[in-house]
């Protein structure tokens, strides 16, 4: 459903993501982890055309994203939970979720969405910044799913969340796989999350990936020692 072919990526000067290759099948979670400054969130800006891609191809399904804006890409199908979360904080809840409906043309927040995350319906009138971390990340998940995409990217969701919620937050991505049918790519440090999460887990190493394997006989050991300083 996604897939990236030798993708590179640069700030100026200096190449960051170095040829690339991913390929998420539709309905497969994949965990993306690394150190810090290994390039996560390179990848995930370059996979929105937020950073531009230096050469390669990515495309979502029969749709070639390469060299498109961010809302083009949006419209084609991918979408994305930006590390920070970066809602809305003076805007009430229903309208940082209707901010993820523009590409769709529609103007109601499907009903499905405030299913999978009933604390937002509660809280639909109050302002995003009044909101604990994970209701916020709750936030910026429903508001990437109001434009109904086919790949959820996110970055580091578990960044700044109590223990007992991330638990709860894998539970929850599995479950919108499983109703939505979604891929999801995530990137991460927290190797239970990812283990609780993904499908397959994937490091990222100075912008290369150096490991690829699926969740079930993961050596877990051999991972740890990746993310280890
Ligand atoms: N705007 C920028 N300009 C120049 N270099 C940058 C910029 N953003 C990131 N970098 C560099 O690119 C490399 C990859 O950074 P990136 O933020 O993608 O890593 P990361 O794995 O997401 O780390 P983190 O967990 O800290 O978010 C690092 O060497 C970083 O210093």
């Given at each position: 459903m996604l897939n990236v072919k030798s993708l590179t990526a640069a700030y100026g000067q200096s190449e960051v993501l170095h040829g690339l290759d991913l390929n998420v099948a539709p309905g497969e979670i994949v965990a993306i982890m690394g150190r810090n400054g290994m390039?996560?969130?390179t990848l995930m800006k370059t996979l929105m055309g937020i950073v531009p891609e230096k050469s390669g191809d990515?495309?979502?399904?029969d749709q070639a994203l390469t060299g498109l804006k961010s809302h083009e890409r949006?419209?084609?199908?991918?979408?994305?939970?930006p590390q920070g979360r970066m809602i809305f904080s003076a805007m009430t809840v229903q309208e940082n979720v209707e901010t993820g409906l523009t590409v769709t043309?529609?103007?109601k927040v499907p009903n499905d969405i405030f299913e999978l995350f009933p604390?937002?319906?509660e809280m639909k009138d109050r302002r995003g910044g009044n909101l604990s971390g994970g209701q916020q990340q709750q936030l910026a998940i429903a508001r990437a799913l109001a434009s109904n995409p086919k790949v959820l990217l996110?970055?580091?969701?578990t960044e700044g969340i109590q223990p007992s919620i991330?638990?709860?937050m894998a539970r929850t991505l599995r479950k919108i796989r499983d109703e939505k049918g979604l891929s999801i790519v995530v990137s991460e440090q927290v190797l239970s999350f990812a283990l609780d999460v993904a499908d397959r887990v994937m490091v990222i190493e100075n912008g290369n990936f150096v490991h690829d394997s699926p969740r079930a006989g993961i050596d877990e050991a051999k991972v740890s020692k990746f993310l280890s300083v």
């Open positions: 390039g996560k969130t990515v495309a979502v399904g949006v419209a084609r199908g991918i979408a994305y939970v043309g529609q103007s604390v937002l319906l996110l970055d580091e969701p991330i638990r709860d």
